[in-house]
C-alpha cells in the first residue's frame, strides 16, 4: 500500500519506519526540510517533502503532527486527495479532533496508540513502538465501514491490542488513567514544595526515595503535553478531578474524625483494586 504520513516525528517516524519494514511504500511530509532529510537519510521513508502535494497518490494518510495542526494540516491537504483517501490521526485526544475533521473529509478515521517515550523528533522515532500496546479507534456514525476495515487492518498489523470506541469514551478513559494522574503528581510536587519550613522542606528532599519518585513522575513531564491534556480534554479531565477533589474531602473527613475503620476498608479495598484493574 502508499501510505502516507504527515509530522515526521516521534509517532510519524515510529509508524514510517514499522510499516516500510512491513513493505509499504511510505511517502513522508513534515514542516522542516532538515527532518525530510534526515528521514530520507535513516531509511525512515522512501519519500519525503515539505510539499503535501507529495501525498496525491497515496491510499492512506496518516497525520501525526501535535494537535493543534491536524486540521489545518486535513484542510491544506484536501485538494491534492482522490475521494477514496482514507485519512486517519494520532492525536492523544479524540472528540476535538474528530468533531473538526469528520466534517472536513468522510473516509477519517480517528485513531490514537498509546506508546511513546518522552523524546520527541525525528530523531526519537524507533522501530516496534506500537507492538503489544494498546492502539484506539474512535469512528463515528458517519464513518464508512470500509475506512475503518482498511485502518484496522494496517493498525493490527502493528500491534495486536486494538480497540474500538466512540470519542468521547476514550476522551474519559484517557482522563481517568492518563491526564487526571499528570495533574495529581504535578500537584503533589506543588504541594510537597509549598512546605514553608526550609529544614522540613530540606530533610523531605533528603528522606525521598522510590515512592515520591514514583508517584511525581508523570507530574514531573513536558509541561507542554500537560497543557495539552487539560485544553483539548478540558471536560473530560475536569470530570475526573471534580470526582477525585470529592474523594480526597472524604478522606480529610476520616482523619479529621479519626475513623481509622473506615480508612482501613478503603485502603483495603484499593490494594485489591490495583492488580484487578491492571491486569
Ligand atoms: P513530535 O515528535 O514533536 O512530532 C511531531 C512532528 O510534526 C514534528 O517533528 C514536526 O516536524 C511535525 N509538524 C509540526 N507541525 C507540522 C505541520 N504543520 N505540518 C507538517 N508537520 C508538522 O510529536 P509526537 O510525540 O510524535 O506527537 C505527534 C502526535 O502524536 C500528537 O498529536 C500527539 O498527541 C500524538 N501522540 C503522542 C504520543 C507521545 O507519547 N509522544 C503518544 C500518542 C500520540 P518538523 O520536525 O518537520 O518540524
Known sequence: MDIGIVGLGLIGGSLALDLRTM??????VSRQERTCQLALEGGVVDYASIDLKLLAKVDL???CTPIA????VVQQLIPHLSPETILTDVGSVKQAVVEQVAPLWSNFVGGHPMSGTADSGIEAAQSNLFAGNPYVLTPVETTPATAVKIVEEIVRSLTNKVYLCCPQEHDQAVAWISHLPVMVSANLIDACMGETDPGVLKLAQLLSSSGFRDTSRVGGGNPELGVMMARYNQEALLRSLTSYRHNLDQLI?????????TLDAKLQQTQSQRPEFLC
Open 69 to 72: 495542526a491536524i486540521a489545518p
Open 61 to 63: 494518510v496518516f497525520i
Open 253 to 261: 473527613e476520616l482523619l479529621k474524625h479519626q475513623d481509622w475503620q
Open 23 to 28: 513493505g509499504h511504500q511510505i511517502w513522508g
